[in-house]
């Protein structure tokens, strides 16, 4: 239903502007949420058959980059991430392992949330699961029957009449010219050359075994494209801002999400989609029917951490594919020590000083970052602001011409950006971490070496030593690492 218009667009004025490229128009547009409320955003979420890979957790970290930048620039977010936890591929496990349905999925949405966990996501506000919303999808199949855009077919299942929806294959800019009238699909997955009406409820048969819901229509269970349709509008209301994916979604569910849910209501249904491009391995999607992928748990098994694994994937600008590599992983781990080193660099120079203003270099690295973070959430440009911040505030700490209210304050904006990138802070490992005892002897020193008590500065170099750290003396101040 092309020409549907929004309802409100009360404007508020966030603290960073933001754009993004809107895949249904094709263009970078300026973001203006809908009510002044919140931003509404809904992301598709894991089918729970198995455990995901990190080419699935490149899509939840961008959606979480994508929340976390909403909230930099001043909006409250309401999020929600769908369970699937009821298709073709969860019923097949389930047979196949002869668990009932939500015994076989149970430990996977666990792993899911133990997972986002390592990788520092923040949580949605719903996480919806597919079978506990089964009466509000059987009312959106009501509702679209009432329109004309449903029908029966010989086997008791309904289909959505794609002829019948003005419009259909929005977002996805699909060519319909190629069309066959009457041309089904029954499956929860197919492809771009097989457009055709898709099944809102599939009829029982044998294969479902004792996975079946009651309808008006007779016994069965939902297509996978409606339970989006039904939680999004549920949680966020029949319009709401943000929809996201990985681009597979793209076509057809998001197609297909589009078509139930403006099909049932008459208004628009999304204003904004973005879709994150895949994570390749060799050139190739990482995904489960390829077999080329690392689940979190592999990695971590290999040695890496949660927080090296994130930094990969947000290296990367979201619409661009990223080709996953273990040399990626090491040198995440290298310039994520470099960034501990400056952060701790700046807690020794700041030392219980508050914050003051900023020098003239961070102010600029600010401005370049947040110019970053609104431009379509340019993450690599953003990190080439953060580098640019770590060699000026390394020279100036080396030259002695940071003072503390100015190491504090850049300290505070370090903390700032990481409520967007999530890696500064979050997950350091232990052993390189400075211990506070190790802090207050440091600041202690610096307080001795002012007062000329040389002897004092001497006798706390030990005391530090004894704590396993060496201490430096530069013309920039202290310099401190672990012995
Ligand atoms: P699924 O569990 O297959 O429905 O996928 C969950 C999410 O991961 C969806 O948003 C997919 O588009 C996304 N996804 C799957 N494979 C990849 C990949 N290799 N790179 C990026 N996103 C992916
Ligand atoms: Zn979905």
């Known amino acids: 239903m092309i020409g549907l218009?929004?309802?409100?667009?009360?404007?508020?004025?966030?603290?960073?502007?933001?754009?993004f490229y809107n895949t249904m128009s094709r263009q970078r547009e300026l973001f203006e949420p809908l009510s002044t409320d919140a931003v509404r955003l809904y992301t598709c979420g894991p089918t729970v058959y198995n455990y995901a890979h990190i080419g699935n957790f490149r899509a939840y970290v961008f959606e979480d980059i994508l929340r976390r930048v909403l909230q930099y620039a001043g909006h409250k977010v309401i999020q929600v991430m769908n369970?699937?936890?009821v298709d073709d591929k969860t019923i097949r496990g389930?047979?196949?392992a002869g668990l009932p349905l939500c015994e076989y999925t149970r430990p996977y949405i666990e792993a899911f949330f133990d997972d986002i966990r390592q990788l520092n996501v923040e949580k949605a506000e719903h996480y919806p699961a597919a079978t506990d919303h089964i009466p509000e999808m059987i009312t959106l199949i009501g509702r679209l029957f009432?329109?004309?855009?449903?029908?029966?077919s010989d086997d008791g299942s309904i289909y959505f009449n794609v002829a019948a929806f003005p419009g259909y294959g929005r977002p996805a800019h699909i060519d319909?010219?190629?069309l066959r009238a009457g041309a089904r699909v029954a499956q929860d997955e197919y492809d771009k050359e097989r457009i055709g009406d898709f099944a809102l409820w599939k009829a029982w048969d044998a294969d479902d075994g004792d996975v079946v819901w009651d309808s008006p229509w007779g016994r069965g269970r939902p297509g996978w494209h409606l339970e989006c349709s039904a939680m999004s509008m549920k949680y966020l209301g029949e319009s709401f801002d943000i929809h996201t994916g990985g681009i597979d979604n793209l076509f057809p569910h998001h197609a297909n999400e589009t078509a139930q849910s403006e099909g049932a209501t008459g208004k628009p249904f999304v204003k904004t989609w973005l879709h994150?491009?895949?994570?390749?391995?060799?050139g190739e999607k990482m995904s489960k029917s390829l077999g080329n992928f690392y689940t979190l748990r592999d990695l971590i098994g290999k040695g890496w951490s949660g927080r090296e694994i994130r930094y990969v994937l947000i290296n990367g600008h979201y619409r661009q594919t990223l080709n996953f590599t273990f040399d990626a992983l090491a040198a995440a781990r290298t310039t994520?020590?470099?960034l501990d080193e400056f952060s701790?660099?700046?807690a020794v120079a700041a030392g219980s000083n508050a914050a003051g203003g900023l020098p003239e270099w961070a102010v600029k690295a600010r401005t370049a970052f947040d110019e970053a973070v609104g431009d379509d959430l340019n993450i690599p440009e953003a990190l080439a602001a953060l580098f640019g911040l770590v060699r000026e505030g390394n020279a100036a700490l080396d030259a002695g011409s940071l003072p503390p209210a100015g190491a504090a304050a850049v300290a505070a904006l370090l903390a700032r950006w990481d409520t967007v990138l999530g890696v500064l802070s979050f997950g350091r490992p232990d052993p390189d971490a400075m211990p506070a005892e190790v802090r207050e002897l440091l600041e202690a020193r610096a307080a001795a070496r002012k007062a000329r008590e040389w002897g004092e500065s001497d006798r706390l170099r030990d005391a530090i030593a004894v704590l396993g750290w060496e201490v430096r003396d530069t013309p920039g101040g202290q310099q401190c690492k672990r012995a």
């Open 146 to 152: 009432e329109r004309g855009l449903a029908y029966a």
């Open 83 to 85: 369970l699937t936890d």
């Open 276 to 282: 994150c491009a895949h994570l390749r391995i060799n």
């Open 176 to 178: 319909l010219s190629g």
């Open 5 to 19: 218009r929004f309802e409100s667009t009360e404007r508020i004025v966030p603290a960073v502007n933001l754009y």
């Open 94 to 96: 389930a047979q196949e």
């Open 344 to 346: 701790d660099r700046l």
């Open 336 to 338: 994520l020590a470099r």
